[in-house]
């Protein structure tokens, strides 16, 4: 099945700093999603960037979206001790039967933010 | 909104023991996911409900996994016998049925089958 891979796994920064990642994908999408997940708890839905739209803004987050590559990358400028979590790129497998998309996650980059 | 809720936090049990984990999904949400997550092999789907209904359950791994939703505020995955191979964190998440809709994840249960 097809599944998001990140990169790179772990990423250390600096307060202030950009935080990039990347998430490649194996087979043709209709939207992609980010997630963040902090220390022991769930995942949080960060923004969704459809297949005919290449660049996403929110906030601090900056998504982009290749789907000749394959590929989406997220920026988080300006990073914060708050944003050191894992982050996530979520593909749909396609639209179930229900009509809803059916996610398949990645693998994860693990963000640390220092002060 | 209280979000997702899960129950147990935390179970510690012995390998041939019943597990059960509780889910309340958001109000409103009419589908339902449980997923499991390790290190080795991240999150994985494990099954789905649409409208208290099992839609995909192709994710269980094997036939001591059972899942319910005996009502739109309620669901469990279930264990029996558990195995220390089992040892993950749960999540159920929910979701509208609006193509594009992000899911809502409960905090999850870490399980712990020694």
């Known amino acids: 099945s097809q599944q998001g891979e990140e990169d790179p796994q772990a990423l250390s920064i600096q307060e202030g700093e950009n935080a990039t990642m990347n998430c490649s994908y194996k087979?043709?999408?209709?939207?992609l999603q980010w997630y963040r997940q902090n220390s022991g708890r769930g995942l949080v839905h960060l923004i969704l960037i459809r297949s005919n739209e290449r660049e996403k803004h929110s906030g601090r987050l900056r998504v982009t979206l290749d789907t000749s590559k394959k590929s989406s990358s997220l920026l988080i400028t300006a990073s914060r001790a708050a944003d050191t979590a894992s982050y996530f790129c979520?593909?749909?497998?396609?639209?179930?039967?229900?009509?809803?998309?059916?996610?398949?996650f990645g693998t994860g980059t693990r963000l640390l933010v220092s002060p | 909104d209280a979000g997702v809720i899960q129950s147990p936090r935390h179970e510690v049990t012995e390998m041939g023991q019943e597990v059960t984990l509780r889910c309340k999904p958001i109000s409103g949400h009419d589908y339902l996911f449980w997923y499991r997550q390790t290190m080795m092999r991240g999150l994985e789907l494990l099954i789905y409900?649409?409208?208290?209904?099992?839609?995909?359950d192709s994710g269980m791994p094997e036939d001591r996994f059972s899942a319910k939703m005996p009502n739109a505020s309620f669901s469990t995955l279930k264990i029996q016998p558990s195995e220390p191979r089992d040892s993950a964190v749960y999540f159920c998440a929910s979701g509208q049925g609006m193509y594009n809709s992000p899911l809502h994840f409960g905090n999850g249960t870490r399980l712990t089958v020694t």
């Open positions: 979520a593909t749909d497998a396609g639209v179930m039967n229900t009509g809803f998309q059916k996610l398949v």
């Open positions: 087979t043709s999408i209709n939207n």
């Open positions: 409900f649409n409208n208290n209904v099992p839609i995909d």
